[in-house]
């Protein structure tokens, strides 16, 4: 294996620790001088027979190498070494998946004089295995009987498994491209020829409901031909109070690992929100928390596991679970774009001309991934009730059923509300719009949040996010209730930051004090409540001045928005005027910390 003091560490699931001992031991006696095989006993649940396990692992290795000889450690991550041996690792390699050659190879040496079958399980059956299948199939007294379990197992498996990868993702075109790379790092890693470490092996998916992220995590599972083990706050939450909830998280990361390689999907990540209060919940949800970072950092040490984290709202949650290291990458996921649109439909109804449903994309901006393929099921639904094939008639009726018909009015309104947040994003000089998308459903400006904030800053966003309601009371007379729609509406988005204006990020009248947001804005002061509306008043007539001044290409924008209903990269550039903040300024900036 190497020269004497060589130190090998081959990454075995948990689950089949006990079969590679017993491999190894029949290589060792085979005679093998100079090397020794050491393997980590598979430990029972609770911490002291882990800690006893790994204890006695590294006194055998460092023993075997204090003694000269080369070491082939086996365990299943590197962390079993301790940080004392670790240093010590000349090579790392990772026990490739099961196939017929391996197969044949290990079969002598668990099952002692056997012959091998000349029929083996066909190599498409032995990928739907799973660690936990090996070991039990091994654990059958002959090698007729073992090939007998893997095939039986094998074949359900593929009966049973998911067959979604990532090609059948669709209407994410920037989303597939980063999962293949990271397709391709585990294909490197598995080869040998990449050191996990270098693997970016952990994403945060964040998006509206309904945009697959769900389906993102199990296609990723699907193209690595992995398990995917999922997970969500709730599930882990219905099991009972904290020790059980923590319990349950435990035995879904300890599963994972057992697996490994596979994909650990854990959603509603804005549940385990931010800690910082002092009531009995806040403390529940910094144990909570503190229970989940522990977690993460068994994950983040475990090679083979890749972590998705999924949530709809990741400024809720708490700082520490998605700092750079516990999550590489942060990838947004919005709704799709006509071309998506289009992609999705032609998926789903392969029967109609892909020249018809691109053009019916259109009428369907501001659905999501999920509305999509419930629509084309509904198309496919009512002609299979009529025994015929599926027509576009179908899909608009279907259409028709899943959105009402449109008020008279609603679309340019909301048209409008989308033009002002869009012109005073490039008024005012923020991280530049991707994409504008409007619909009878509502619209949304895509657009890159900032890194931080000064004072400035601040109040820009502030303006921003009054926009839309500023256009529409602006040109109609009257705002409409869309500004205030719900926790991540513009109305609540402005009051949140006026609040970390004043109690946070000491720009307020409190200086550098900082305390927790509350939960509830009524457990605020009166004066600090209207200190917020200031605020708000103050941005609200700077986004009227703005738009004011600019009437005639708020009027033009919306015209273009309302009859496209989605405009993007060079089209929205030149959609948009030059820049002029033309317009007064009202704010509160000149009143001083201290300031009665």
């Known amino acids: 294996?190497?020269?004497?003091?060589?130190?090998?560490?081959?990454?075995?699931?948990?689950?089949?620790?006990?079969?590679?001992?017993?491999?190894?031991?029949?290589?060792?006696?085979?005679?093998?001088?100079?090397?020794?095989?050491?393997?980590?006993?598979?430990?029972?649940?609770?911490?002291?027979?882990?800690?006893?396990?790994?204890?006695?692992?590294?006194?055998?290795?460092?023993?075997?190498?204090?003694?000269?000889?080369?070491?082939l450690a086996i365990a299943p991550d590197a962390s079993a070494l301790g940080k004392e041996l670790r240093p010590l690792l000349t090579a790392?390699?990772?026990?490739?998946?099961?196939?017929?050659?391996?197969?044949?190879?290990?079969?002598?040496?668990?099952?002692?004089?056997?012959?091998?079958?000349?029929t083996l399980p066909a190599p498409d059956l032995l990928r739907h295995l799973t660690p936990l299948h090996l070991d039990i199939a091994f654990a059958a007294p002959t090698p007729e009987a073992v090939l007998d379990r893997l095939g039986?197992?094998?074949?359900?498996?593929?009966?049973?498994?998911?067959?979604?990868?990532?090609?059948d993702v669709k209407g994410l075109p920037a989303?597939?491209?980063?999962?293949?790379?990271?397709?391709?790092?585990?294909?490197?890693?598995?080869?040998?020829?990449?050191?996990?470490?270098?693997?970016?092996?952990?994403?945060?998916?964040?998006?509206?409901?309904?945009?697959?992220?769900?389906?993102?995590?199990?296609?990723?599972?699907?193209?690595?031909?992995?398990?995917?083990?999922?997970?969500?706050?709730?599930?882990?939450?219905k099991e009972g109070h904290m020790g059980d909830m923590l319990a349950a998280l435990n035995g879904h990361v300890e599963a994972a690992i057992a697996a490994a390689p596979a994909v650990f999907f854990l959603d509603e990540m804005d549940s385990f929100h931010s800690r910082g209060g002092r009531d009995r919940n806040e403390r529940y949800m910094a144990?909570?928390?503190?229970?989940?970072?522990?977690?993460?950092?068994?994950?983040?040490?475990?090679?083979?596991?890749?972590?998705?984290?999924?949530?709809?709202?990741?400024?809720?949650?708490?700082?520490?679970?998605?700092?750079?290291?516990?999550?590489?990458?942060?990838?947004?996921?919005?709704l799709p774009d006509k071309d998506g649109i289009a992609a999705i439909l032609i998926a789903h109804l392969p029967d109609l001309p892909p020249e018809q449903l691109a053009a019916e994309a259109r009428d369907l901006v501001g659905l999501t991934g999920a509305d999509l393929v419930a629509l084309a099921r509904h198309a496919a639904a009512?002609?299979?009730?009529?025994?015929?094939?599926?027509?576009l008639a179908d899909l608009r009726a279907a259409a028709a059923r899943l959105r009402p018909p449109t008020p008279k009015g609603a679309l340019r309104r909301i048209a409008l509300h989308e033009a002002?947040?869009?012109l005073v994003t490039?008024?005012?000089?923020?991280?530049?719009?991707?994409?504008?998308?409007?619909?009878?459903?509502?619209?949304?400006?895509?657009?890159?949040?900032?890194?931080?904030?000064?004072?400035?800053?601040?109040?820009?966003?502030?303006?921003?996010?009054?926009?839309?309601?500023?256009?529409?009371?602006l040109v109609l007379g009257t705002p409409s209730s869309g500004a205030g729609e719900g926790p991540d509406s513009d109305l609540a988005q402005a009051t949140q930051l006026a609040a970390r204006i004043e109690l946070q990020w000491g720009m307020g009248r409190m200086g550098s004090a900082w305390q927790p947001l509350p939960r509830d804005l009524e457990a605020l002061a009166p004066a600090l409540r209207a200190r917020l509306n200031r605020h708000l008043r103050a941005a609200e007539a700077r986004a009227t001045a703005l738009l004011d001044a600019h009437l005639a290409d708020l009027l033009r924008i919306a015209e273009v928005l309302e009859q496209e209903r989605e405009v993007a990269g060079a089209a929205l550039t030149a959609l948009l005027p030059g820049r002029d903040r033309t317009g007064p300024t009202p704010s509160i900036q000149d009143e001083s910390p201290g300031a009665p």
């Open 1 to 71: 294996m190497g020269a004497p003091g060589t130190l090998v560490l081959l990454i075995v699931p948990t689950d089949l620790l006990e079969l590679a001992r017993t491999a190894c031991d029949a290589l060792q006696a085979g005679g093998h001088a100079g090397t020794r095989i050491v393997g980590l006993r598979r430990p029972g649940d609770l911490r002291s027979e882990i800690a006893r396990s790994r204890a006695a692992f590294r006194e055998s290795t460092t023993t075997a190498l204090r003694a000269g000889h080369a070491v």
């Open 92 to 118: 790392t390699r990772v026990l490739p998946p099961l196939d017929r050659e391996m197969l044949a190879a290990l079969l002598p040496l668990t099952h002692r004089g056997a012959r091998i079958p000349e």
């Open 152 to 167: 039986r197992i094998a074949a359900t498996g593929a009966t049973a498994a998911s067959r979604t990868t990532l090609a």
């Open 175 to 237: 989303l597939v491209a980063e999962l293949e790379g990271l397709v391709r790092d585990v294909a490197a890693w598995r080869a040998g020829a990449l050191d996990w470490g270098r693997v970016p092996s952990s994403i945060l998916l964040y998006g509206p409901p309904g945009t697959g992220k769900t389906m993102a995590a199990a296609a990723l599972a699907g193209s690595l031909e992995v398990p995917l083990v999922a997970t969500s706050f709730s599930e882990c939450q």
């Open 287 to 334: 144990s909570v928390v503190n229970g989940l970072l522990e977690q993460l950092s068994r994950l983040d040490a475990a090679a083979g596991v890749i972590v998705i984290g999924a949530t709809n709202h990741p400024d809720r949650i708490d700082p520490a679970v998605v700092r750079s290291g516990r999550f590489d990458r942060k990838i947004p996921i919005g």
């Open 382 to 391: 009512m002609a299979r009730g009529a025994e015929r094939a599926v027509r």
């Open 420 to 422: 002002g947040h869009l």
């Open 426 to 473: 490039h008024l005012l000089d923020l991280p530049a719009a991707r994409s504008v998308q409007v619909s009878p459903r509502g619209g949304a400006v895509l657009a890159p949040e900032p890194i931080f904030h000064t004072r400035a800053s601040a109040e820009d966003m502030l303006v921003l996010h009054l926009a839309g309601r500023a256009a529409e009371q």
